[in-house]
């Protein structure tokens, strides 16, 4: 029998008690698709005595987790701790340095430090791998780094974070309010340890930038994506845009955008909550499903979907991972060698055309609406559509707008000249539109 692959694996929760279930139930099909058997030499966690409803009697228990980077009866390292720095970065980088090879489901480490990662794992001559950590479950990493590598990638989005988009939807079908949903999902058991990662766009825009590197072949910039979550999301603003002919839901969105002769290509990275029209695919994605769309010159559009979190999905993801190193695949992590990426300066957005939504919350008097039109007529913005929504007595009222298509920068114009206006109740919200 060929030399089995012997794995450590640190963290033993949702992810990590996953994989053991996985190997323990799916071994014998996991070992003829990898030509070889995959074995767990040791575990580390926190807590030796805890319950995590699967038998760990046949592994050895190890407490200091680093040193399972310096273990002779180990091939790859499985960290499943999570945090972009602190142990799950001490051990990722002792168990490169030692010849190990990693396989990782922690976004926030590879968002932070993949690049450096990936640049020890290359001159080490071992794998390092991250399918997990982007969407879960969809082989997203392999989609591109693999299934889509013939292509130029134009414009690469999705729904990247699962806590918000069981949110939004929820919210949509229930007319709820933001806070009440939040609780419920944290309750799923999706949401980050700090769930402020998933509700202020942080986690989509660690997943956002690890696939926009392996998309469009540049230097991985998590610190440039602009992120805005979804904290601000009225039901009414879930209602306005369905009487508009949209849902709201949170995406990433990348591009890189051509120099020509303005200079050199930039790129593009945003996490928004973004009006999708009702016939586009995404807008049917609810739950706490993830989608992300690829779309390639040659490929047309490409669409991945499925589950972003979970034990399952999650661990069907770390162990396709494990056989693609037992087959032999220690190409470069990042598609492209570290060192020749592209290095390019984050985009300007002010010139990029799209259509908006806005809600203003406004003081119900006269002239208030004639206001709000006089600051998007002095800045340039055309209107498509407005709906004027109030509670019927002397309380605020909101009014939704969306525009034509128009350059960016005239929204944030129309909203400068509006800021510090008695007429508005609260600061205006701005969403953009998918464009198909
Ligand atoms: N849960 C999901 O659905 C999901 C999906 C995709 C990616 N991920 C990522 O997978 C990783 C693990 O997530 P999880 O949900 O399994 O987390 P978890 O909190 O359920 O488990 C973390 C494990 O790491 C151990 N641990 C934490 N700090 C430690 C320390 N200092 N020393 C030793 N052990 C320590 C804990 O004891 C626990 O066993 C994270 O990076 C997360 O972002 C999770
Ligand atoms: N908190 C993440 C988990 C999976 O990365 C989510 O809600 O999508
Ligand atoms: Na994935």
Redesign the pocket.
Known sequence: MTEPLRIAL???????AGVIRLIQTNGELVTRRAGRPIIITAV????RAKDRKVDLAPYEWQDD?TAMAHRDDVDVVVE????SD???LTLARAAIASGKALV??????IAHHGLELAGMAEQGGVALKFE??VA?GIPVVKGLREGAAANAIERLYGILNGTCNYILSTMEDTGADFADVLKEAQAM??A??DPTFDIDGIDAGHKLAIMASLAFGTVLDFQNVEATGIRRILAADIEQAESLGYVIRLLGMASVEPGGSDGPARLFQRVHPYLVPRDHPLAHVDGATNAVVAEGDFSGRLLFQGA????GP?ASAVVADLIDIARGDTGAPFSIPVDLLDAVQPAQTGHRIGKAYLRFTVADRPGVLAELAAAMRDAGVSIESLIQKGPGSDGPVLVAMVTHEGEEACVTRALELLAGSPSLAAPPLVMHILRQ
């Open positions: 640190a963290g033993l929760g949702t992810v990590g580390s966690a926190r807590d987790m499943l701790v999570g945090g602190g142990p799950a990782t489901a922690n976004k926030a480490m997990a950590a879960g058991g999706f980050e340890a972003g979190a979970g034990d999650t």
